[in-house]
Nanobody, 126 residues
Framework: QVQLVESGGGLVQPGGSLVLSCKVS????????MGWFRQAPGKEREFVAS????????YYADSVKGRFTISRDNAEKMLYLQMNSLKPEDTAVYYC???????????????????WGQGTQVTVSS
């Protein structure tokens, strides 16, 4: 069973930046593809970004491409999401998750995952 603990959220003005962190335990992190989802009030949980086990490939939702950067530290079992040029529509609870299928693919449908962390709230507002 994987344990996921997200942190780093907060209130930020439009155009600002935040870095989210995700601490993973309970599985072989270094061989697992990782990713971020988010859920805004009244909306479904949606895919944001993912990264392969070795960090060689990253993928982003069109809505965040060019503004967000996903990265990982396998030695520390940490996943990060650098968020720049934040917009009010980025307001959501952000969740990380792990896809151990192959280390190279990450499911982009939230329903595929069976467990989640508590998430971290990001609010973009002036």
């Amino acid at each position: 069973q994987v344990q996921l603990v997200e942190s780093g959220g907060g209130l930020v003005q439009p155009g600002g930046s935040l870095v989210l962190s995700c601490k993973v335990s309970g599985r072989t992190f270094s061989r697992t593809a990782m990713g971020w989802f988010r859920q805004a009030p009244g909306k479904e949980r949606e895919f944001v970004a993912s990264i392969t086990w070795n960090g060689d490939n990253t993928y982003y939702a069109d809505s965040v491409k060019g503004r967000f950067t996903i990265s990982r530290d396998n030695a520390e079992k940490m996943l990060y999401l650098q968020m720049n040029s934040l917009k009010p529509e980025d307001t959501a609870v952000y969740y990380c998750n792990a896809d151990g299928t192959s280390g190279l693919t990450f499911a982009t449908m939230a329903s595929w995952f069976h467990s989640w962390g508590q998430g971290t709230q990001v609010t973009v507002s002036s």
